[in-house]
């Protein structure tokens, strides 16, 4: 049963571009929906952010948060640092994919297809297979977060 004192914030990361602030964001918001309804009925809280690509990137406390990015490397900075640092889970004939580590180590995915339609199916379709999944990591993660006291310098 979930802990019903606190709930976990989870961000979502689109483009900054006007491209991406257009198509993008309000698939974030939709996204934003579909999280807080699977939530709902695997009994957990979330606290969900939609928030910007760099404000992400330049703000270090934000990269310890369970975050989703949506739309690809040519309007979404932090998926084109992730298109490396995140493996790939799923790719489909070169239209969209999925980049999510399979173990979760740590709680982050990057949704994104070759234009806007496609992206809207990545989200889709991480909806339907990972979503749960992702959700049940992220509520249980613990950034490993080294205390500067703790140092041998």
């Given at each position: ?71 690809g ?28 580590d ?7 995915a ?44």
């Amino acid at each position: 049963m979930a802990d019903d004192s606190a709930s976990r914030l989870l961000l979502i990361v689109t483009g900054s571009s006007l491209r991406a602030e257009e198509l993008d964001r309000p698939l974030a918001y939709y996204l934003q929906q579909q999280v807080n309804r699977a939530a709902r009925r695997l009994d957990l809280r979330f606290e969900i952010r939609v928030i910007a690509d760099f404000r992400w990137l330049n703000e270090e406390d934000l990269q310890e948060i369970p975050t989703i990015s949506i739309g690809g490397p040519g309007v979404n900075e932090l998926a084109k640092v992730w298109i490396k640092a995140v493996p790939f889970s799923l790719a489909v004939d070169e239209q969209y994919c999925i980049q999510m580590d399979p173990d979760l180590t740590m709680p982050r995915a990057s949704l994104w297809g070759m234009d806007n339609p496609t992206t809207q199916i990545a989200v889709s379709v991480f909806i339907d297979r990972f979503l749960p999944r992702f959700l049940e990591t992220a509520s249980a993660y613990i950034p490993d977060i080294v205390d500067p006291e703790d140092s041998d310098d």
